[in-house]
Antibody, heavy 122, light 106 residues
């Protein structure tokens, strides 16, 4: 069974940093692109970032470009999101999601984790 | 960015009703359009991909249609377990989502 389990969320002050992790199992992790998608309290879904299976290509939403860094460790089947210079508007549930295609990044996300909550507040 | 305009934002219907949600893209996205269902407190679940293809295991009362800029999502006979918020999402370019449609039972 394909599973994604996020961790690393918490309360952080504005301007602070946090690193999220997503542990994957049940599929060949290195073959698939992965994304982070967030959802602010009571709001809709916003795609944040993606990374190719090899890690050689990365993609970011304008709202996080220059502040967030996506990476992966294929030996550990784990996806990461390093979040720096955090703002109140980054407060959200962060989901990791697997891309459907085993080649490059498409944006068709077929499996999602349960999410980890990030709160940016003083 | 490609903007996705979804309507209505909320919808109340009775069990057994036919329910339709629309989604319009700000530019031609061919058929690179997904529909997700998100139940309260849960992660989104992919229901429809490539505008009209049903994900494995999804009941056949769910369907999708459209191409280019205009898309439709339909539940042919609403069931109590269908109460959720539904999102369209394009992936012709970097992914963007519609604002969501909150579906309630009348």
């Amino acid at each position: 069974e394909v599973q994604l389990l996020e961790s690393g969320g918490g309360l952080v002050q504005p301007g602070g940093s946090l690193r999220l992790s997503c542990a994957a199992s049940g599929f060949t992790f290195s073959s698939f692109a992965m994304s982070w998608v967030r959802q602010a309290p009571g709001k809709g879904l916003e795609w944040v970032s993606a990374i190719s299976g090899s890690g050689g290509s990365t993609y970011y939403a304008e709202s996080v470009k220059g502040r967030f860094t996506i990476s992966r460790d294929n030996s550990k089947n784990t996806l990461y999101l390093q979040m720096n210079s955090l703002r109140a508007e980054d407060t959200a549930i962060y989901y990791c999601a697997k891309d459907y295609f085993a080649s490059g990044f498409s944006g068709r996300m077929d499996v999602w984790g349960q999410g980890t909550t990030v709160t940016v507040s003083s | 960015d490609i903007q996705m305009t979804q309507s209505p934002s909320s919808l109340s219907a009775s069990v057994g009703d036919r329910v339709t949600i629309t989604c319009q893209a700000s530019q031609d996205i061919d058929n690179y359009l997904n529909w997700y269902q998100q139940k309260s407190g849960k992660a989104p679940k992919l229901l429809i991909y490539d505008a009209s293809n049903l994900e494995t295991g999804v009941p056949s009362r769910f369907s999708g249609s459209g191409s280019g800029t205009d898309f439709t999502f339909t539940i042919s006979s609403l069931q109590p377990e269908d109460i959720a918020t539904y999102y369209c999402q394009q992936y012709d370019n970097l992914p963007t989502f519609g604002q969501g449609t909150k579906l309630e039972i009348k």
